[in-house]
T-cell receptor, first 113, second 112 residues
């Protein structure tokens, strides 16, 4: 039973490029959460999705960031026109339901050069 | 009001000693308080969690103490081992949702 799978593990982008981060939840999990971790800081909630729906995006920056969780396939966190300040580790978590434990993936480390 | 404040930022303990990490919260609507352990290059892993209707929860060497009136909770690691060396995060959430508010983390080093 594979855990939460994130890819790529490491991603390097030049300023102005787009970054696409993928998250495949655990089998049977239909709730996905994205968090961002800046160096030496705790994780900050970004967005909570269920299949084909964004439930809570209160932690998402207003511009350049978007997320989706289609009916088929992984959840995608998309960052357009990346800037150096976007460099961070991005973690995805999934849960079976709203009131059940969320399990984290190993993260994608984005570096903007 | 959504913050969770964690201390200390770093902690060094001798093998066999007790590691204590503290967290404080402001939002009284929080009703679920997990602790996560994170090793370098890995994602956070749930260690132990507590709800405010109990004052203490123990699982093996790990104990959470919860003080609802003071809005504080702490993690105690008994008989600390070098393998416990990691970063520990407290967190909180409210209701049935699982959007977690994390503390800033404590880097624990257990000396052999």
């Amino acid at each position: 039973n594979a855990g939460v799978m994130q890819n790529p593990r490491h991603l390097v982008r030049r300023r102005g490029q787009e970054a696409r981060l993928r998250c495949s939840p655990m089998k049977g999990h239909s709730h996905v959460y994205w968090y961002r971790q800046l160096p030496e800081e705790g994780l900050k909630f970004m967005v909570y999705l269920q299949k084909e729906n964004i439930i809570d995006e209160s932690g998402m920056p207003k511009e350049r960031f978007s997320a989706e969780f289609p009916k088929e396939g992984p959840s995608i966190l998309r960052i357009q026109q990346v800037v150096r300040g976007d460099s961070a580790a991005y973690f995805c978590a999934s849960s079976e339901g709203m009131n059940t434990e969320a399990f984290f993936g190993q993260g994608t480390r984005l570096t903007v050069v | 009001q959504q913050q969770v404040k964690q201390s200390p930022q770093s902690l060094i303990v001798q093998k066999g000693g007790i590691s204590i990490i503290n967290c404080a919260y402001e939002n009284t609507a929080f009703d679920y308080f997990p602790w996560y352990q994170q090793f370098p290059g890995k994602g956070p892993a749930l260690l132990i969690a507590i709800r405010p209707d109990v004052s203490e929860k123990k699982e093996g060497r790990f104990t959470i103490s919860f003080n609802k009136s003071a809005k504080q909770f702490s993690l105690h690691i008994m008989d600390s081992q070098p393998g416990d060396s990691a970063t520990y995060f407290c967190a909180a959430t409210r209701g049935s949702a699982r959007q977690l508010t994390f503390g800033s983390g404590t880097q624990l080093t257990v000396l052999p």
